[in-house]
C-alpha cells in the first residue's frame, strides 16, 4: 500500500476512485484501520476520490511513542493532504475519527468542505475509563488486546446484528485484535484528553452528525448536543450500536451521499 512519509515516519493510506473528483477523507475509529470502511467503497468510489488512511499506531501505520493528542492526529491529516496536493476535502470521521474531524474544522477550516462526524461527541468517556484500558492494555500487550476484542463486539454491535452477520462483525473485531498496544494505549491518551464541548459552536463547515440508536459508546444525547452548538448542522440516526457504517451500511452509505452532494 501506499504512504505518505511524515517528519517521524509512514502514514499508510489508499486513495481510490475518479481522478478530478471532489476528495472524501474517511477517518477510522479507535481500534480499526481503514478496512473499517469496505462497506461503503463500491458505491462512494463512484463520485469521489476516497482517501482513506490508518490513524497513527493503526493497522500499517507508525507506532510512536505516546500519547498522542487528538491535535497530532490532525496534523498527520494535514500533512497527508499536503503530500497528495489535496487543497480542501470533505472528512467523515468515527468516533475518535470524529474528535480528528472536530479539530480539523476548527483549526483548518480551509481544509475541510463538509464534515460528518459519525458516533462520536464533543467528549468521550472520561478519565476513569480511560486510564484503566490504557494500563491494561501496556501491560497486558497482545493478550489484552485480543480480550478488548471479545469485550467490543457488545459496544461496536447490536447483539441481533453480531449473532446473524458473523461474516460482517468477525474482521472488524479482528482489526482489534491486531492494533499495537502501544498505539492503541496512545491513542486512548488522544480520545481521553480531547473536549470541544466549549469549541465547537466554531464550527464553520456544513455538518452532519451520525447517532447509533443502541450507540453505548457516544449517544444520541451526545449527538444531540453537537446539533445544538454546530449551525445548521443535520442529524440522522440509525438503529445500529456504535460502528454504524457497518451495521446500518447502505442506509449509512445514501446518507452521507445525500448529505455531500446537496
Not at 459496544?155 to 468477525?170: D, I, K, N, S, Y
Amino acid at each position: 500500500m501506499p504512504a505518505v512519509r511524515l517528519a517521524d515516519g509512514d502514514l499508510n493510506y489508499q486513495l481510490e476512485g475518479p481522478t478530478g473528483a471532489p476528495v472524501l477523507v474517511l477517518s477510522n475509529s479507535l481500534g480499526t484501520d481503514l478496512h473499517m470502511w469496505d462497506v461503503q467503497m463500491p458505491t462512494l468510489t463512484r463520485d469521489f476520490q476516497v482517501l482513506r488512511y490508518d490513524t497513527r499506531g493503526h493497522g500499517q501505520s507508525l507506532v510512536t511513542e505516546g500519547p498522542y493528542s487528538i491535535e497530532q492526529l490532525g496534523r498527520d491529516v494535514l500533512g497527508l493532504l499536503d503530500a497528495l496536493d489535496i487543497a480542501k476535502a470533505h472528512f467523515c470521521g468515527l468516533s475518535m475519527g470524529g474528535l480528528i474531524g472536530q479539530w480539523l474544522a476548527l483549526n483548518a477550516p480551509e481544509r475541510i468542505a463538509r464534515l460528518v462526524l459519525c458516533n462520536t461527541a464533543a467528549k468521550i468517556g472520561t478519565p476513569e475509563v480511560w486510564n484503566p484500558r490504557i494500563e491494561t492494555v501496556l501491560a497486558g500487550g497482545a493478550q489484552a488486546m485480543r480480550d478488548l476484542r471479545d469485550a467490543s463486539i457488545s459496544r461496536w454491535f447490536t447483539a441481533g446484528f453480531a449473532a446473524t452477520q458473523p461474516q460482517q462483525v468477525e474482521p472488524i473485531v479482528d482489526m482489534l485484535a491486531q492494533t499495537a498496544p502501544e498505539g492503541y494505549a496512545a491513542n486512548c491518551a488522544a480520545v481521553r484528553d480531547a473536549d470541544f464541548r466549549e469549541l465547537i459552536a466554531g464550527i464553520q463547515s456544513p455538518t452532519l452528525i451520525v447517532c447509533g440508536s443502541h450507540d453505548p459508546v457516544t449517544t444520541v444525547e451526545n449527538g444531540g448536543f453537537m446539533q445544538q452548538r454546530i449551525t445548521g448542522a443535520q442529524l440522522v440516526e440509525f438503529h445500529a450500536a456504535h460502528l454504524s457504517n457497518v451495521e446500518a451500511g447502505d442506509a449509512f452509505t445514501q446518507a452521507l451521499l445525500d448529505f455531500l452532494n446537496q
